[in-house]
């Protein structure tokens, strides 16, 4: 029996992860675990995040999940025309969750959320072929939800609620491919800021026409960080008025964009349960990075994105193997939001397939341990940014990417 | 039932570590990727002048030597399967160097820019104390043994350690020469670069020096003088010959044509704007020596009607050509002066003519055309009553005499390369282009416009960065090409320029 549990695992462990652009679809472990599905599941207090009108569904008074990842995650770079190539030293990233549920009346539930759906950490040695464009970045954001689920009919429930946003972002690259101070070390530039914060909102509606098929629907809105006053830190700037790089203040405005999910679940044979759910991001928000520097001398920095909207196809399965062990298994292929010419190495995403595989143990009635991981595989492309511009003439940045990410994550649920 | 969640995570997490490093499916640094073909590159070694050494903006200093183009040859032959390459690394960023604490070579140029307007100025020497001392650097031989100032002769000159600095540095002792050292390496694969300085400093020195051809003992040479090509031919035989010894194969770069460098280029010829009033002045004084001084040196036989043509002053309203002392004139001081006209004046007047089109003036006598010779005398403007001297123009008489060394050098490097198999660069048909329309790169044109064209130091001979990886690429290409090598090229894009500075004593 334990060999066949762990070869089942092994063998729903097909595919599904991370989302395009610096979105990281990591936000619950049982979702995860089937693939980052769960716009019309209900099991868990995770639908905080992936359909508030499903809270209302839950069995149990009082549901709280909690977990996280750890990703590792690296880029692979090289160019076969200079022989330049580059490996990222990324550090692991730790996307987090925490839901709560309660049930107030058979046709209301409360909820409330705290999960962190953007980031991106990315560093490559610095000075690298393309540290123009980028040395590191750190990207984070905290999202905090509190919800309202309501139960209109027996099949039909609408749930949503506003949503607070914490951001962060520091970032440094080299100025342009050339400029150095007198001594050979590159001038560059490291942007900061943090505590930037934005309010938006979500909603969603779920329908189960029969015990076994629900359909949900869920949107969550689109939500413009805008940096004031952060902090621009010049490094190794020539003495010259014709580098007229000081330390200063910079705005900037990086849009979280909106995402809408439709999907079904099918319960099946007693014990499984298939989910499969379609996002679409709407990425063409991502226009452009602009700097705008508070020094008046200092030419704003404008690094175009182009970003198109991308569409995720998510596919999940749920196996409750025995009392104790309920197995996923998931797939999902994401595509990509950058489009041809603006691959950037600070967010190098192609289009990419998931294999996502988990377990819960029922440890007891109130108490469960979730595990789950994800491998998300890219096919090695070759691409090119050509957003990058020196004396008004594009200087594109090319090179063949391979990127590889894998989390596992371990989460905590308590019921009562 | 504990042991299988154990198993069941432990069996995730190794899966996760595994699986994390991304990897092509032909890396590009996994051995075999690039190859350095039937040329063995596992210690090459570079023979030549400045521009093998890396010197820039009139200087040698770190980062320029980081960038010398067989710097980047050997960092792009390690792709493949090349060695280690080591250079002479100055003490510092300053350039200059001390011998004895003795300051004997200037420190680099920068460019400042006015605070004010933020518009740039003119190239400055860079301020500081120089820290590299000639008899305590480290004795070579290295990889990289180009000697800035180095003339082909030299190259085979025992106690040439003695002569230049940049060799005393690092001779391995004071007899020793800069080939034998080079040889002593026993080099896998050379590169070798001499010949530029054997007609360069002629030129840069506005042909002051004297055309040696037919000379054939080079110890008797002047530092400006040209080369004889039976001379240059013969040494230049001995070292191909001797690096060769060894080596698995080399290539040869020819000499470019020195007149397409910024340092001819940039000062326009017609340089003296005057108004009708002061030409017409300028001419009244002039008249007596146009009108009846010429015409009796024509009749005595002095000099021929064609020579007082040109030696006719004529100024006209606009931007005029100026007054140049040529000593390929007669000079006819003495003859003036036998005359009874006072020696000053017959001096200024010995070798004086106008310049025409065909006369190169250099970058550096920017600084004194229009300026006054004597700051009391508001009459003594060079170029107009006193000659711009001699250093300062490149006739086209002194052209010619370049020009023609330089195809009696290139012929030899041309059939030496043929006859003993190497690989050949053609630098002046490579630098024409950069002359005649520029060369594509991936943000522009890189052209030998002094200081914005990229290709140039601000010294306006010597390389930028840029201007020595593009260097590089053309070795490269054809040591992939003679020698089934697949060596990867640079983006020059990625090369820098002229550096930017006020931190300068002006």
Redesign the interface.
């Known amino acids: 029996m334990?060999k066949l549990?762990?070869l089942s695992?092994?063998a729903l462990a097909t595919a599904v992860t991370y989302a395009g652009g610096y979105r990281v679809s990591l936000q619950g472990n049982k979702s995860l675990a089937m693939g980052h599905t769960g716009v019309a599941i209900v099991n868990s207090s995770e639908s905080v995040f992936f359909n508030p009108a499903g809270l209302v569904y839950l069995e149990n008074k009082l549901s709280i999940t909690g977990g996280a990842f750890?990703i590792?995650s690296?880029?692979?770079y090289?160019?076969?025309?200079?022989?330049?190539?580059a490996?990222t030293d990324s550090p692991l990233g730790t996307p987090f969750y925490l839901y709560g549920s309660y049930q107030a009346t058979d046709w209301l539930a409360f909820g409330i959320g705290v999960y962190t759906p953007f980031g991106s950490t990315v560093e490559y040695e610095d000075d690298w072929?393309g540290s123009h464009l980028v040395n590191n970045i750190d990207l984070a954001a905290i999202f905090v939800q509190p919800t309202v689920s309501i139960k209109l009919s027996e099949y039909f429930s609408v749930g949503g609620g506003p949503i607070y946003v914490s951001g962060s972002v520091n970032f440094n690259r080299n100025l342009n491919?050339?400029?150095?101070d007198?001594?050979?070390n590159r001038s560059e530039v490291t942007v900061d800021a943090s505590g930037v914060s934005e309010w938006g909102w979500t909603v969603g509606a779920m329908f189960r026409p029969t015990e076994k098929l629900t359909i949900g629907a869920h949107y969550r809105s689109e939500i413009i960080l805008d940096a004031e006053d952060g902090d621009a830190d010049f490094e190794n700037i020539?003495?010259?008025?014709?580098?007229?790089f000081a330390d200063t203040t910079f705005d900037a405005s990086l849009p979280l964009p909106a995402e809408m999910t439709v999907g079904l679940s099918y319960q099946f044979c007693d014990k499984w349960l298939f989910a499969f759910d379609f996002n679409r991001a709407f990425w063409d928000v991502y226009e452009s990075l602009d700097l705008d520097f508070a020094d008046e001398n200092i030419p704003d920095s404008v690094n175009p994105r182009n970003y198109n909207n991308a569409s995720t196809y998510r596919f999940g399965l749920q196996y409750d193997a025995t009392d104790?062990f309920t197995l996923r298994a998931g797939y999902y292929f994401d595509e990509s939001p950058v489009a041809e010419g603006f691959f950037s190495p600070e967010t190098p995403r192609n289009d990419s397939n998931g294999y996502t595989?988990g377990?819960t143990?029922n440890v007891s009635e109130s108490l469960q341990?979730d595990?789950s991981?994800l491998?998300l595989h890219?096919n090695?492309v070759d691409a090119t940014y050509e957003g990058y511009?020196?004396?008004g003439?594009?200087?594109?940045f090319g090179g063949?990417y391979?990127?590889?990410a894998?989390?596992?994550g371990?989460g905590i649920t308590y019921k009562m | 039932m504990k042991k299988t969640i154990y198993i069941v995570l432990g069996g995730l997490l190794t899966l996760g570590f595994v699986s994390c490093e991304p990897e092509f499916d032909n890396p590009v640094d996994e051995p075999g990727f690039y190859t350095t073909g039937d040329a063995d590159m596992s210690n090459f070694v570079a023979v030549g002048n400045s521009l093998t050494a890396g010197f820039a903006d009139g200087a040698l200093y770190i980062t320029g030597q980081e960038n010398s183009y067989p710097n980047i040859i050997a960092q792009q032959a390690a792709f493949a399967d090349g060695g280690e390459f080591t250079q002479p690394l100055m003490a510092d960023n300053l350039g200059g160097l001390l011998l004895n604490g003795e300051q004997v070579a200037q420190n680099r140029f920068v460019l400042p820019a006015d605070p004010a307007t933020g518009e740039p100025l003119g190239p400055v020497v860079l301020d500081g104390t120089p820290t590299t001392e000639v008899t305590t650097s480290e004795t070579g031989p290295f990889n990289n043994m180009g000697v800035p100032g180095a003339k082909s002769f030299h190259l085979v000159t025992p106690g040439y350690s003695t002569l230049n600095p940049y060799y005393g540095r690092i001779a391995t002792s004071s007899s020793a020469t800069v080939l034998a050292d080079a040889v002593s390496l026993n080099p896998s694969f050379f590169a070798l670069w001499i010949g530029n300085n054997d007609i360069l400093s002629y030129a840069t020195s506005g042909g002051i020096g004297v055309d040696q051809t037919g000379n054939l003992d080079p110890s008797t040479y002047g530092n400006n003088d040209i080369t004889d090509p039976n001379v240059f031919a013969s040494v230049y035989n001995d070292q191909v010959n001797a690096l060769m010894a060894g080596a698995s194969g080399g290539v040869l770069i020819n000499i470019p044509d020195v007149t397409s460098i910024p340092f001819f280029t940039t000062v326009p010829v017609q340089s003296i704007p005057l108004d009708a009033a002061t030409a017409a002045a300028v001419n009244a004084q002039f008249a007596l020596y146009n009108n009846q001084v010429l015409p009796l040196l024509v009749g005595a036989g002095v000099i021929s009607p064609e020579e007082a043509a040109l030696r006719e002053i004529n100024f006209t309203a606009g931007v005029n050509f100026p007054t140049i002392t040529d000593d390929d004139l007669t000079d006819v001081t003495n003859i003036l002066i036998s005359q009874g006209i006072d020696a000053e004046t017959a001096a200024l007047l010995g070798q004086l003519r106008q310049a025409n089109n065909d006369d190169l003036v250099v970058l550096t006598a920017s600084s004194v055309l229009g300026a006054l010779a004597d700051p009391s005398n508001p009459l003594s403007v060079i170029g107009v009553a006193v000659p711009l001297q001699d250093q300062f123009v490149l006739t086209g008489t002194e052209q010619d005499r370049v020009s023609t060394a330089t195809q009696a050098y290139n012929t030899t490097i041309v059939t030496l390369a043929t006859a003993n198999d190497l690989a050949f660069v053609d630098a002046r048909s490579a630098l024409a282009q950069v002359a005649n329309g520029g060369v594509a790169y991936d943000a522009g044109l890189l052209t030998n416009e002094f200081v914005t064209g990229g290709a140039f130091s601000l010294d306006g001979v010597h390389p930028t960065p840029r201007g020595y990886a593009y260097t590089a690429n053309l070795i490269i290409e054809e040591i992939n090409s003679k020698y089934n090598a697949t060596i990867p090229t640079v983006n020059i894009g990625n090369y820098g320029t002229i550096t930017l500075t006020n931190n300068v004593s002006n």
């Open positions: 334990k549990l762990l695992v092994f750890g590792f690296d880029v692979a090289q160019n076969t025309e200079t022989g330049a190539s490996m072929a491919r050339t400029l150095t007198l001594d050979g020539p003495n010259s008025p014709l580098t007229p104790m595989a377990l143990v341990i595990a991981f491998y890219f090695e511009t020196e004396n003439q594009v200087a594109p063949t391979k990127s590889s894998f989390a596992p371990l």
